[in-house]
């Protein structure tokens, strides 16, 4: 029971320590871990928003096209031709 810890620890140098390439080095991939973090963040922020756009977009363009054969299907018919007026006898 004398080591509670028992798993080697792990051991950095000091910054001031370090010659200038291996500070280059820390300080890149510094940047770059916080670079990799903030895109997650931005793209989690964005992505329902894109969603919404897509989706929006999506019905948009259906609306457009129905409207088109819609047209295209009315010019052979007339409206009289669609629906029958009738009126009730007790009116």
């Known amino acids: 029971m004398d ?18 390439k291996q500070k280059l080095k820390f300080i890149i991939y510094f ?8 895109i997650v963040i931005f793209i989690k922020a964005a992505y329902p928003i894109f969603v919404a756009s897509c989706e929006n977009s999506a019905t948009s363009i259906a609306t457009n096209i129905l ?6 299907v009315m010019i ?16």
């Open 3 to 20: 080591k509670i810890y028992s798993r080697r620890r792990i051991r950095f140098k000091n910054f001031k320590q370090m010659n200038k």
């Open 31 to 38: 940047v770059l871990i916080i670079v990799f973090i903030i």
């Open 67 to 72: 409207n088109k054969e819609v047209n295209e």
């Open 76 to 91: 052979v018919y007339n409206y009289n031709d669609l629906v029958n007026l009738g009126k009730d006898e007790k009116r």
